[in-house]
């Protein structure tokens, strides 16, 4: 018994002594890695680790040396080391996604962030490495990515502002509007104490949030409690007069469709705005036969001597004529009239959209690139650009449409034009 006793008491004080042995070397190399001192300072560690070869302390001291004289490959090859032997060693993968971050790899980085998550403690910590991985999502327009992140972030911090924010936007972009509404009340009793640029963030996305939900006075209530600038142009997109304004746009390119789409919209904002009102009875008018009212009209024109009125009268039969989807007739009407006064830009706009109209994008495009140059009036300039702008859409040359809608953006299409933009650039 007495040497069984002895036998354990030897092989315990030498395995003490060989685990002091490489502790010293440990702490040697730690002072050596302090002073920048990183290839003394790995000799050192190499010693620790002939004594303690599966201490990851000692593994990822030693990478930290590699990392700092740039040998990337040997500082991964050492940490895979260490979290063999120690799979929920957080510092550990915060190492390997730097030297994947520096070398670009953020894929690579973003996967060593979640193992990070994955076994930290702390709440703040696991919080950033989530963002971090989510803000490389957002930047690829992986938006499903990194609403997923976000969400992930939301579990282990249901009350952070920031989480909370962000999940209320990724949500919003993915059509989420009830989740992105739930989670803003959740902070909405410290919304006013924030900074006005903050509040407005956040009220924001609960205004957008309300109105794709059809809570119209409820996202009109909260857009209103916003106190910054900066947001008026971005909350106006949310009202009638914005709808009627798009209304309007399209309702001139006899885009009716969109325009009662538009329109539409501004009666379910505001159920008594006028002017949705007035164009609704506009575009009712433009499903009227006014085939009758075209004979009469030109059965006028033929006995009228004055020329003006003769040319007011083609532009009347002409209107009717696009009106009605006679592109070929309309464009007849309209030489008629532009033989009695060539330069007139409206009849000849009439002739181009008449082109577009029934489909022949280019033969618009020529037309309207050779009247553009004598339009001296800056509000049918617009109109000529805008309508360049959809024939171009409509050929899918997207570089040329965006340069056509913003010249035409600088007038009362600046609405129609702007929206047209934006939908050119996702």
């Known amino acids: 018994m007495k040497k069984i006793l002895y036998i354990f008491l030897l092989c315990w004080s030498y395995s003490l002594f060989a685990q002091q042995e490489g502790l010293t070397f440990y702490v040697n190399g730690e002072n050596l890695r302090r002073t920048n001192k990183f290839d003394a300072a790995i000799k050192e560690f190499n010693n620790a680790l002939k004594k303690e070869p599966n201490n990851h302390q000692y593994l990822y001291a030693k990478a930290q040396c590699e990392y700092k004289l740039r040998q990337d490959d040997a500082a991964m090859q050492t940490l895979g080391t260490a979290i063999k032997h120690k799979e929920d060693f957080v510092d550990g993968y915060l190492l390997m996604a730097d030297i994947a971050k520096n070398a670009n790899k953020m894929t690579e980085a973003c996967r060593y962030y979640d193992l990070a998550f994955k076994y930290e403690k702390d709440v703040a910590k696991r919080v950033d490495y989530k963002m971090f991985i989510m803000n490389k999502y957002i930047k690829e327009k992986n938006i499903s990515a990194a609403f997923e992140n976000i969400k992930e972030a939301k579990d282990v911090a249901p009350n952070n502002d920031n989480v909370i924010y962000y999940y209320a936007r990724l949500s919003n972009i993915l059509g989420k509007y009830n989740d992105a509404k739930e989670a803003i009340i959740t902070v909405s009793s410290h919304i006013p104490s924030m900074k006005p640029d903050d509040a407005a963030k956040f009220y924001y996305e609960l ?37 009627c304004s798009l209304a309007l746009a399209y309702f001139k390119f006899h885009e009716n469709a969109l325009s009662k789409q538009y329109v539409e919209k501004a009666v379910k904002i505001q159920q008594g705005y006028p002017l949705a009102h007035v164009l609704m009875a506009q575009l009712s008018k433009r499903n009227n036969d006014h085939k009758s009212t075209i004979t009469h009209l030109e059965s006028a024109v033929s006995h009228e001597k004055n020329v003006m009125k003769q040319i007011d009268l083609y532009d009347k039969i002409a209107d009717m004529q696009l009106e009605l989807g006679q592109f070929d007739a309309c464009i007849a009407t309209v030489e008629k009239s532009l033989s009695l006064k060539a330069d007139d830009h409206n009849a000849l706009f009439t002739k181009y959209l008449a082109f577009y109209r029934r489909g022949d994008f280019q033969g618009c495009i020529n037309g309207v690139n050779a009247t553009l140059k004598a339009v001296p009036d800056d509000a049918q300039k617009a109109d000529f650009n805008f309508l360049l702008g959809l024939c171009y859409k409509k050929l899918n040359d997207k570089a040329k449409a965006k340069s056509a809608f913003y010249s035409a953006a600088a007038s009362s299409l600046k609405d129609a034009a702007e929206l047209e933009m934006e939908n050119l650039a996702n």
């Open 207 to 243: 205004g957008y949030a309300y109105f794709h939900l059809e809570a119209f006075q409820d996202a009109d209530a909260t857009f209103k409690k916003i106190n910054v600038t900066s947001y008026a142009s971005k909350v106006e997109k949310f009202t009638p007069k914005y709808f």
